[in-house]
């Protein structure tokens, strides 16, 4: 985690960085939108994070000729925030008719394609010389194959006109035909310190109390998400009025990290019996065991241990989760990762 040095510097930031308020009257009626519909980005350097990426849409819309792009990350690093940018600054007061914004997971079957995507591609819209419709599929992995492959001749059909740009989760689930007709762009889990100058400009702007524990622990909940990161304020202050570890935690219902970083150092003193009352009071608790399973492979990762006994660990912890995804969700599973755990200590200590 970051040390209080990295946060007051991102503090000095935030305060330089901290918009003059709007007087704009449509601003003002803000006060109810989502934080992450509220600081999206609007423009290319307000993005965080994928710097490489970002640059390669920037040269995009300055040459103003894009080709066919397959947007493709985990949740919440920007794809779509990207596109939608690259659209408003290539299009300006065309971007309402010459966009075209669909949900594949909503959106997914062949008659999409045929009706809704097929249409637009054939109405005729003014634009400036040089540039093109463009239509974006959000989640476009969700896709059934039949709309896929439909989708793949009307790319073809309609390439004077118009532009596709496909953002998903898993690019292996884009069929090949569609693949080799676009621009792969991969985008990466943003940083902490990325998240924590983010959520800190955004605490700064709302007024939000909060603590450094209470920062770190929506750093921890949003794994490299910055939608995940900016809900969970939202949510932790509305609910509490003050952003706090404690609170954090009981909005985002998780096992608390101290909780199973104890669970864990009594696996590596070798301690079984005190391992099994941690991990039955978070069972007792009602986590699933997916939860609980996540955290100790997170929590490990981090944990001061011998590194030769952190491998053996990981290699017990992910095979432990395999049967779990498998569905053998029980209590008696993890109590054979604990014993496997504390028997790993013994071995390597005899």
């Not at 490489?52 to 690093?77: D, H, K, M, T, Y």
């Not at 959106?107 to 109405?123: C, E, L, S, T, Y």
């Amino acid at each position: 985690m970051e040390s209080p040095k990295d946060i007051e510097m991102i503090e000095e930031n935030a305060d330089k960085s901290e918009s003059k308020p709007a007087t704009n009257e449509k601003v003002k009626d803000r006060g109810h939108i989502p934080w992450v519909e509220k600081y999206r980005p609007k423009t290319f350097p307000e993005i965080v994070g994928n710097e490489e990426a970002i640059q390669r849409f920037e040269v995009f819309s300055r040459e103003g000729n894009i080709p066919n792009v397959i947007l493709a990350g985990p949740p919440g690093v920007g794809k779509t925030t990207t596109i939608l940018c690259l659209a408003k600054i290539m299009l300006g007061p065309c971007f309402k008719d010459a966009v075209l914004e669909l949900n594949a997971s909503n959106d997914r079957g062949i008659d999409v394609v045929r009706n809704k995507i097929k249409m637009f591609a054939q109405q005729k819209v003014t634009l400036p010389k040089g540039k093109h419709k463009i239509i974006i599929l959000d989640e476009a992995d969700s896709m059934t194959e039949g709309a896929q492959q439909a989708l793949r001749r009307t790319m073809e059909i309609y390439s004077k006109t118009t532009r596709f740009a496909l953002a998903c989760n898993a690019s292996d689930k884009i069929i090949e035909p569609i693949q080799s007709r676009c621009a792969m762009v991969r985008f990466g889990k943003l940083s902490d310190l990325q998240i924590l100058a983010k959520i800190m400009e955004v605490c700064k702007k709302e007024d939000v109390s909060y603590t450094d524990e209470g920062l770190e622990a929506l750093i921890y909940t949003a794994q490299g998400d910055m939608r995940q990161a900016l809900n969970n304020l939202q949510s932790t202050h509305s609910g509490f009025g003050h952003v706090s570890s404690e609170y954090v935690f009981k909005v985002c219902d998780e096992p608390h990290p101290l909780l199973i970083k104890k669970m864990i150092q009594y696996c590596v003193d070798g301690e079984l019996d005190e391992a099994y009352q941690s991990l039955n009071h978070l069972w007792k608790l009602g986590y699933a065991c997916e939860d609980i399973i996540s955290n100790i492979f997170r929590v490990c990762k981090t944990h001061e241990m011998p590194e030769y006994l952190k491998l053996e660990f990981i290699k017990e912890i992910g095979l432990t989760h395999l049967r779990i995804v498998q569905g053998v969700h029980s209590l008696l599973q993890l109590s054979g990762l604990l014993a496997r755990l504390c028997k790993k200590t013994k071995s390597t200590q005899s």
